[in-house]
């Protein structure tokens, strides 16, 4: 068998991050190749370098033994890579021939031989039995009917290796095994296969191969007939981060935040969460566990009040925040650290004094009487935080921008702590940045409950969760499924709640 | 030699201009034209005392205008309606002017404040429309200058004007009376043999302190500029989008409301089918130019008036003056492109500062 991919010592990364590190991977020819990976693994990273829509900084690519550069999808294709997207590339108002062969010839004048292309579109649908209307118009497809015309596509311009990344995603179960049909085809009749995605149940069906991302290192690769779905999930969570050592409980009495029976409002035909209890009490970490998109991350806006909910309460100490804005709910006590450093915690643009304003302008502690901002307090306050978190910056007036990932975040959490909330919420707030970093926010956090702060933690990392919070839950589909005890939870344990394997 | 960065700064607009000279040069050398003679020509005519006057009376309402136009840019909203806004708070406080007699005081502040207040008006519809209904404001303030437009044409023609049996005059308004026009400023410098210099002049910059403690000194402001830089971070802060696109569009067509008062109260003293136009639209060169910044702005609209009233000497000496206009055009594209470039060598800049701090320690 010959090998249709080999990557050696794929380096990538980004301000701050890096995605890929020194991967080697090896993709037979004629076989379905399943990358598996949490958000932020480094999956997408690497595919899109082997698409030609990114660069490798260092390492190189081999497609059947060719040793190849891409500068852009155009080389990749021509090598015989072809990739569908999570969201299609495709215009409702064009038929599906017309998707086809959009792109194919060079703008001209002359009429289009479609006839021609028809003859060899039928050729494809044919030889790997996935039947498809050439005249149907796109928008009176369904999904998998769409996903098949964007794999077409891709095999129509001869593509050998198939890059699918999240197909099921967006797929009812019945297509699901439609699709997989398709795959099993294109598979028997030569075409290798990447499959890209974090649903380990169909990643063990579908695949032959399995390699597991994290934290932007290949993990390993595994024959999916010899790997169980526990093995996998543990690889792809992991234990080789530095865990955060544990502190004796320090919970007070007196409650800091409490949730009653909150259910989100109607969004996209569900509700990201329904009936959400708990409390945390002053001094007192209470961690979410959850795979991304269980709803964890809109509970957390809801509490901030950027979420709209349905019904239920919201409890800051002992008043009712419901009604109240964001702007009243963080003047009441309530301080946020957002999962997105860069697009929700700072004005990139603007220098960390200013930035240190940010939640706060409209409070005392920078608004005069007459409405003027104290600038003065915020550049003293800036210095503050940049001393006690120690954020690396030349000064205060450097821009936001200029700082590195994890100093970004330092400045972050340190202005939200400084602010000396009553509760904080801490959404991922070690993610994608250095160990130094990371160690130093942990005991910032844990500093901060000792000193009697209610902290609800919401983090992809495990390790992070146990080793900060005085009590975990598990949300899985917009439910807490399982309370639990840090001192008697695993990684393991958590993760199989949190992928619906136990209940 | 390292230059300071804000000494960087500034000389982008020197830079750009001196660009666009040279574009000029080229352009006016292409058609036959002696480009020395033509610059010195528009420079003698530009500095004479009467050209003087006319470019500050012209810059007056072009740097309001730009004013109002930067308002909405801080926040990332495009206003393009200035033109109907202060078309409509000019007509309505022409009109109710004329209609009252009251001291002088009282009565130019009431112009004022209805002019204010009916632009303000105009453009928070646009303001409503994006809230409420997810207009773009971009679409909303050009389709608003339309109806505007034709709303005055009609309240104009048909409401506040009175015709007389075979009449040959335009629509207009009435007169103001005396007591409704702002004094020129030449007795109180002793300039004389000159045109008048309008008062409003003093208006105009205190509308520029207005708009930089507002946007810069108050936390209003910071809500506006934190929604510019980033919408999401300015939301999760606390800041009501709704609330700000709305207050940010009715700021921006109150600045609007000033831009017809130095004209109406100085010079027309009416609002006539002649009233000057066009000033919301070089409103936007205005504050593209001066990069939404007090003073900038101030400079560009100089610029811009110096530039027109120059170019008004060459038809005589038989250069084509559309050339000033594609000056015009030149150089703000070159501002542009400059700032840009400026802008990311600041940021590469402060980028290597920030990641030898690190690698220091």
Redesign the interface.
Known sequence: MTLAIDLSNISKSFPGVKANDEINLKIQEGTIHAIVGENGAGKSTLMKILYGMLKQDSGSIKIFDNEVNFSSPKDAISEGIGMVHQHFMLADNLSVLESIILGMDKASLKVLNKSKYKDEINEITEKYSMPLNTQSMIDELGVGEKQRVEIIKVLFRGAKILILDEPTAVLVPQEVSELFNNLKNLKDSGVTIIFISHKLDEVLEIADEISVMRGGKHIDTVDASTVSKTDLAEMMIGQNLPTPPKREKNSKQDKSLTIKNLTAEIDNGRKAFENINFSINQGEVVGIAGVEGNGQRELAESI?G?YPIESGEIILGNTRINDL??????ESGLS?I?EDRQ????????SLS?NV???K??STK??SRY???KFNEASKNSNTVIENFDV???GNS??A????GG?QQKFVVGREIENKPSLLIASQPTRGIDIGAQSLIWNKLRDARDDGLGVLLISADLDELIGLSDRIYVIYEGSFVKELDPENATPEILGSYMTGLKT | MKLSLKLTTLLAPVFAIIVAFGLSTIMLYLIGEDPIETFKIMYDYGKTGKSIVSILNRSVPLYISAVAVAVGFKMGLFNIGVESQYLMGALLSAALGAAVALPSFLHITLIIFVAVISSAFWAAIAGYLKVKKGVHEVISTIMLNYIGTGIIAYLLANIFFEKVELSTTAPQTDLLPETARIPSLNAFLGIEDLPNLHGFIIGAVFIGILYYWIVWKTSLGFDLRATGSSPLAAKFSGANPARLTILAMMISGAFAGFVGIAPLTGYFFKYTTDFPSGLGFAGITVALLGRNHPVGMALGAILLSFLERSAQILDLKDVPKEIEKIMQAVIVLTVVVAYEVVKRYVTNRQIKEASKVVADD
């Open positions: 901030l950027v804005s964001t702007r009243d709910r963080r946020f957002p697009s929700q915690g700072l004005l990139m643009d603007v200013e304003i940010l939640g302008q409209s920078y608004k409405s003027n901002i690396r910056t030349p450097t821009l921008l200029a700082l590195s100093n």
